[in-house]
């Protein structure tokens, strides 16, 4: 049987695509890459090999891949020099013999000149090198998670509403379970070799949207809010976010405003064959009992 790794095993995405794959794939033919294995003891208990390495050491990381068919790279986070490791994981695997690897880039819009800082380019680039590397590959591509909307927001927005630059775009959100457990489809099934797949939750929303949807969940109105981007900026910062982090939130949320990932379910939900879960479902969780 396939021996199948998971990078960055002890993050969300990693940890989450291994417990999805052992519902599908003994765990004997589950392995994972971690930095530090001591932060993996829980997938260890269930059996599967958890191989020490870091995407900046690509001699270590083709001793890490030995023996393994088919690898799922987990993108490299944003401001870490993202080039060189992933570039170092498709080198590895390609000299370790690697036949196959699974790749998360962000969801481009065809034609847009959108740029997201630290992830658009280095994604293309990833891909090109995938591409060009000779091994086969399949790309599961991501729109922004549902979690991240908490953090797009700050504080507590029923309480302080969406306070958000102006724009009325829409994006088709998922949750990091969702995608994880449609890379374990992936992972665990052929037919998947050389493909691309957009990786939509649904129904899309618009941050006002997101405020209708918390005002129905806490049963009071919560405002929707469009302001400057520095307005933004400032709101976050107040709420504790350091001005990078707030800039990279901007980032994103001016994509969202432009409809650069304004698209209904389809591959995500004919991969998990079910529908994923909604952005109201996902608010209603995160943000109370209030309206339950």
């Known amino acids: 049987m396939t021996k199948i790794l998971v990078t960055g095993a002890t993050g969300n995405i990693g940890r989450s695509t291994l417990k999805h794959l052992l519902k599908r794939v003994p765990a004997n033919h ?12 829980d997938l260890i208990a269930e059996g599967i090999d958890i191989r020490q390495g870091d995407y900046f050491d690509q001699n270590n990381l083709v001793r890490a891949f030995a023996g393994i068919d ?6 490299a986070t944003a401001f870490t020099d993202r080039n060189t ?3 170092n994981v498709i080198s590895a695997a390609r000299q370790a013999g690697v036949g196959h ?10 034609g847009s000149a959108f740029t997201l800082p630290e992830v658009t380019g280095e994604d293309i680039f990833a891909e090109d090198r995938l591409k060009s590397s000779g091994l086969t590959y399949t790309l599961v591509r991501h729109p922004p998670f549902l979690e991240s909307i908490p953090f797009y927001l700050a504080g507590n927005a029923c309480e302080t509403g969406v306070h958000v630059p102006a724009g009325s775009g829409k994006a088709g959100f998922a949750s990091r379970d969702d995608l994880a457990e449609a890379h374990a489809v992936v992972l665990s099934q052929a037919g998947h070799e050389n493909r691309t797949y957009s990786l939509f939750g649904g129904p899309a929303v618009s941050f006002a949207d997101v405020g209708r949807i918390l005002s129905e969940i806490s049963g009071n109105p919560v405002p929707f809010v469009p302001g400057a981007d520095e307005d933004y900026i400032a709101h976050l910062m107040a709420a504790g976010l350091p001005q990078p982090a ?5 980032a994103w949320v001016q994509g969202i405003n432009a409809g650069e990932w304004d698209r209904e379910p389809g591959d995500l939900e004919n991969l998990l064959g079910r529908k994923p879960v909604t952005p109201t479902e996902f608010l209603r969780a995160s943000y109370g009992a209030a309206g339950a």
Do not use: D, E, T
């Open 30 to 41: 589950l392995a994972g890459l971690a930095r530090n294995p001591v932060q993996a003891a």
């Open 70 to 75: 088919k690898l799922m790279l987990v993108s």
């Open 101 to 110: 690897i699974v790749y998360m880039p962000i969801i481009r819009k065809a």
């Open 246 to 250: 707030a800039r990279f939130a901007l």
């Open 85 to 87: 490791q992933h570039h």
